[in-house]
């Protein structure tokens, strides 16, 4: 090896740490059509939840909104997740109500928390997801025995909700489908 | 019921063959139950193991992966945690507490687990059970252990032996850490989970042992000893995976989430209970296939009791032709053949449920002591009683079709003897 290879070898390990430096950080979620996440948090008296669903459920289409139609649909989908005790049916012997309901439709590469930028061009083919957190309290929480939803009959493109429950009794999951709109929740209640 | 008498006492009259039909009629019946009893049992076991524990970290990973190697010790993680990015997890401000594993090393087959002194105060099993020392106490020392009853049981050993890890998970190891040996310092009481074949050491023991090695081998004329080793810095550098109990559970997404999304090192959080569910997802179909199985040789079963009347039938037309002599009508004769049928799945059904209560009370000490698997002894629930409702239903049916066969002959034959 001569003098030259060495200098250029070395040259090169030097600007490897510049680069890792530079390197963006890569990263995205799963994105499957028909499938949404419902996450659902139970401690004492309070509820919080999630759902993300991919905005082809939800309104049909993933671009960004451009005619009014569109726009339409998608104010009145938010309307409809923003009802959560609707959408999602919690025992009326529970006594529940709704503290917080927040939604958004998301570019799906966007991290929890931040600030979506309007400078995505209209039409172009992306990823959307709709994104909603709530927060319910609930007078009576033993009475939870299980969820019915209205999800599938609201949003046509909906086929399956995996659903993760954590209460201080214990975690599962399940699965909630346009066949099977219920949620089982005795064994972790 | 004058019907059911005569085909008893018929039976009766063919003990040898009711015998044989009636105990291959409870054995496919014990296989039945069986199945759902191991499915269950398994299904409990796995879920008793561990209780209270909100998230498992680990490397970026399949969630299941990660449950398997972290807390039943199948299989090996696919990377490391660094200290650093478990020191920033554990001062999150949701976090309650954090225990961190290290895994890698063994002793005569069973895995070591780096670990510390929380480890025995936060780790919960069956509904929240915390772990209780059957002799001794958790380590104190830096080279002490601390066993599982499994371990203590199979090697023999008790408070104050010295014991000498390998490296590496082997059951027999062709590098050991002999210069570095531990102090048996506990033993745990029983738990029925991987924790009885576990021998726990402190993550700094874990490192002091590897101190002086290099790729995977100690290096020669390096060698630190045990007394060098105790004045070393030994925090350690990496981990396997860490166990976190948060302050609120409603907090469990969000941390979970920020894990997930952890820009520093490429990291997994998973729920143990959501990941448990997965399981059940994946082996379900293999459970299915067990169910069928089990039910196709009730089937087989029924079968061969079909097959036993049936060919008892040709020698029976004499006692046919007798009960129709004093009056029987072809009815009941048909119906004598059903109550046969159903007579023998019944009992059948009445042995193979008390056989396998018998067998499970025999065998569960010996079950539960050697896999680690205990098989509840319940009352037969609602669906079980369906299940052997409908074999002695399906037992009666099958009874129909020797019966219709007898209808038809003692119609034709009846009386007429044939030379």
């Known amino acids: 090896m001569n003098t030259k290879t060495v200098i250029a070898s070395l040259a090169i390990l030097a600007a490897f740490p510049a680069l890792a430096e530079q390197a963006e950080h890569r990263h995205l979620g799963p994105h499957v059509h028909g499938q949404g996440t419902l996450d659902i948090a139970i401690e004492g008296k309070k509820i919080e939840m999630e759902l993300v669903s991919p905005g082809m459920d939800i309104v049909g289409f993933e671009h960004v909104a451009t005619t009014d139609d569109q726009k339409a649909a998608v104010e009145k989908a938010k309307g409809k997740l923003a009802d959560v005790l609707n959408v999602f049916q919690l025992p009326a012997a529970a006594k529940c109500k709704t503290e917080t309901a927040n939604v958004e439709s998301r570019k799906e590469t966007h991290q929890p928390g931040e600030k979506d930028d309007d400078d995505d061009k209209p039409g172009e083919p992306q990823h959307s997801e709709f994104h909603a957190t709530y927060t319910i309290t609930c007078e009576a929480p033993e009475n939870i025995t299980g969820m019915k939803t209205a999800y599938f009959s609201d949003f046509a493109g909906g086929q399956l909700l995996n659903v993760n429950v954590t209460t201080s009794k214990g975690q599962t999951q399940a699965q909630m489908t346009r066949e099977k709109p219920t949620l089982d929740l005795t064994g972790v209640m | 019921m004058m019907i059911v008498r005569l085909a008893l006492q018929s039976l009766l009259n063919r003990w040898v063959t009711a015998v044989l039909t009636v105990l291959a009629i409870a054995m496919s019946v014990m296989l039945l139950l069986g199945v759902e009893k191991v499915r269950t049992g398994a299904r409990e076991s796995f ?132 210069d570095k040996p531990f102090r048996v310092a506990g033993i745990l009481a029983k738990t029925g989970t991987p924790i009885d074949r576990t021998v726990h050491v402190s993550l700094e023991a874990i490192e002091a042992i590897h101190i002086d090695w290099q790729n995977g081998a100690p290096v020669p004329g390096e060698s630190v000893s045990a007394d060098q080793v105790r004045k070393m810095d030994l925090t350690p550098r990496a981990i396997t995976a860490a166990m976190v109990g948060l302050k609120s559970k409603l907090a469990t997404f969000k941390v979970q989430r920020r894990i997930n999304d952890y820009q520093e090192e490429p990291l997994s959080a998973i729920m143990p209970g959501v990941a448990l569910q997965e399981l059940w997802g994946l082996v379900g179909t293999a459970e299915t296939a067990l169910s069928v199985v089990s039910a196709m040789v009730v089937a087989t079963a029924l079968l061969g009791m079909v097959t036993m009347i049936l060919t008892t039938l040709n020698e029976r037309r004499r006692e046919m032709a007798i009960l129709r002599s004093v009056g029987a009508t072809p009815a009941t004769v048909l119906g004598l053949l059903a109550a046969e049928g159903g007579l023998l799945t019944l009992a059948g059904v009445v042995v ?65 003897v044939r030379i």
Do not use: C
Not at chain 2, 58 to 74: C, D, E, H, P
Not at chain 2, 132 to 137: C, E, L, P, R
Not at chain 2, 371 to 388: C, H, M, N, Q, T
Not at chain 2, 399 to 415: E, F, H, I, N, V
């Open chain 2, 352 to 416: 193979g449920t008390v056989g396998l209560y018998a067998g499970l009370w025999l065998a569960q000490p010996y079950i539960d002591r050697t896999y680690g698997l205990s098989l509840a002894i319940d009352p037969l629930r609602p669906d079980e009683w369906v299940k052997l409702a409908s074999i002695v239903g399906a037992g009666f049916l099958a009874g129909l079709l020797p019966a219709l066969r007898a209808y038809r002959l003692s119609l034709a034959d009846g009386m007429m």
């Open chain 2, 47 to 178: 879920a008793d193991t561990i209780s209270g524990t909100d998230l498992i970290v680990g490397a970026r990973s399949g969630s299941l992966n990660l449950l398997l190697y972290s807390v039943f010790r199948i299989g090996n993680a696919t990377n490391n945690v660094t200290w650093k990015s478990y020191q920033d997890i554990a001062s999150m401000p949701e976090v309650a507490w954090i225990v961190p594993l290290s895994l890698g090393d063994s002793h005569h087959g069973f895995r070591v687990l780096g670990t510390n002194a929380d480890y025995f105060t936060h780790y919960k099993f069956r509904h929240g059970q915390s772990m209780s020392f059957a002799s001794g106490g958790p380590f104190k020392d830096l080279f002490d252990a601390v066993i599982g009853s499994d371990v203590a049981q199979q090697l023999g050993y008790k408070v104050g032996d010295k014991i000498i890890v390998a490296h590496g998970v082997g059951s027999i190891s062709f590098v050991e850490h002999a």
